[in-house]
């Protein structure tokens, strides 16, 4: 009995440390965002970067490099036994190549079908060092990292963000971090034109886990902001949750080159994107999420079905991943809209379902977009065998978002109904449907094909609309439905 108290003790102590070093890490940036000097912080020990005995909270802009050097790679942690640099071309071509030596000599020997497999062989890679971000930092070189461990883990999580909207959409990205109390920071890209939000770990955690995690955000970021899009699940770093065969994972420029960051970009921002006076001392208060909270709301969105939030194939879900997280109805509930709705809205069939945007809070144009997107079962297959996703969306997404009206396929129609309905907002349906030209005909043809294979066509002779399930049987349905045809 005395150990569980102590354990639940010990536990509430935990809680109450962590709530108060959150809030500290609030008012420290507070302090920062308006130019306040932070006072410095009597301890009996200072918290020092792992493995390297430097203290974190004295780490300023006039520290000295070795500090700063320290600092840099406890947060911005990837493998460091490979690392690529970025090049540029004289017609203006940019890219990153890891770093390593070649023999070039055995490379120009062999068949030019064979050089990738004996340069695979033959090179050797330069390991991240001190010196490394010393130069990157300088901006002598520019850095790229690969996120993604040998072992699947990974330190951080970054997403980034590249449209027009860029400051919008991060912002959005950010208020949800707020609201499920993940720590995380804003980085103007080296560009100027995008964003990188980073997360960070207090310690190395599966990628998979630190993917999902940014599903969760992202899927609760576009119920606030829909345009932020699907593309978005593409854009994490790492990118991948187990390591790809013959490759190092997609890689992230990492910040504060010097070149960029004489102009105000590659560094952190604020709210207002502006960047903060001293970049040391904001890293020294960037909160490392830990691994248990991590988990435990990966678990929560999981069971929520608020991890991607679309269905896993074009038919209903009855393939779904995690069946032990669905209640007993088999059904997720979606979480209820806060915002007001509308009465009524005006649905416009025609080659496609447009529904009018006016009055619909972004939260049920996110839901409607939803209604016709799927997981990429390739992306998936892929990733299961370890190759390359590169071109493989992890959703294909089918509505289109237009000035004024959702654009669905028109197979969404019951669906469609069926979320309005549960939102009570009545649909003024116009039908705008092109219903063609009758003409005569008769259709004698018998071919073996569909003798051997009966088809079932109860279904469509019963629906106005609906999708086909199967796409091999496509060239046999006007076959089977030629009898009922009207």
Avoid at 298 to 320: F, H, K, M, P
């Amino acid at each position: 009995m005395p150990d569980k108290e102590f354990q639940r003790g010990i536990q509430s102590a935990q809680v109450e440390c962590e709530r108060l070093r959150e809030e500290n890490n609030r008012l420290r940036k507070l302090l920062s965002e308006h130019g306040i000097p932070i006072p410095a912080i009597q301890t009996q020990g200072p918290t020092l970067v792992q493995g390297v005995g430097i203290a974190i909270d004295a780490v300023s802009h006039a520290s000295d490099s070795k500090a700063k050097i320290a600092l840099f790679r406890s947060l911005f942690r990837g493998r460091e036994d490979v690392y690529a640099v970025r090049w540029e071309n004289p017609d203006g071509r940019t890219g990153y190549m890891p770093k390593a030596d070649r023999d070039w000599k055995a490379y120009y020997a062999s068949r030019p079908e064979d050089r990738k497999k004996v340069d695979r062989k033959t090179r050797t890679f330069h390991p991240l060092t001190d010196e490394v971000v010393r130069q990157h930092l300088a901006g002598e070189l520019t850095v790229g990292a690969y996120p993604l461990l040998p072992d699947g883990t990974c330190w951080f999580l970054a997403v980034d963000f590249d449209k027009k909207t860029w400051q919008e959409d991060a912002a959005a990205f950010l208020g949800t971090c707020q609201e499920l109390d993940v720590p995380a920071a804003l980085e103007r890209s080296r560009s100027g034109n995008g964003g990188h939000v980073w997360i960070f770990f207090d310690r190395a955690i599966p990628a998979v886990t630190a993917r999902k995690l940014g599903c969760v955000i992202l899927t609760r970021t576009m119920d606030r902001r829909h345009h932020v899009g699907f593309d978005s699940y593409d854009r994490f770093f790492p990118n991948q949750d187990t390591m790809p065969k013959g490759g190092f994972g997609n890689l992230i420029a990492l910040p504060l080159q010097k070149v960029p960051r004489q102009s105000g970009n590659s560094v952190f921002i604020d709210s207002s994107c502006r960047p903060y006076a001293d970049q040391w001392q904001f890293l020294t208060m960037i909160h490392r999420m830990s691994a248990h909270a991590t988990e435990a709301l990966v678990v929560q969105a999981q069971r929520a079905g608020d991890l991607i939030g679309v269905r896993t194939s074009i038919s209903e879900d009855d393939n779904e991943q995690d069946p032990w997280t669905l209640p007993p109805s088999r059904k997720r509930l979606e979480r209820p809209i806060k915002d007001p709705l509308p009465e009524r809205v005006q649905l416009i069939r025609a080659n496609l379902l447009y529904v009018e945007k006016k009055d619909l809070p972004s939260a049920m144009q996110n839901r409607l977009l939803r209604l016709a997107a799927f997981q990429n079962p390739e992306f998936y297959k892929a990733q299961a065998m370890r190759l390359s996703t590169f071109d493989k969306p992890r959703v294909i997404a089918c509505g289109e978002d237009l000035p004024n009206h959702i654009a669905l396929p028109r197979g969404c129609f019951s669906d469609l109904l069926a979320l309005l309905e549960g939102h009570r907002i009545a649909p003024l349906i116009q039908d705008e449907r092109f219903a063609g030209t009758a003409i005569n005909v008769d259709f004698h043809g018998q071919p073996d094909l569909f003798k051997r294979k009966p088809l079932q066509t109860s279904v469509f002779t019963m629906k106005e609309s609906c999708a086909l399930r199967r796409p091999s049987e496509k060239r046999l349905l006007p076959h089977g439905l030629s009898p009922h045809a009207k």
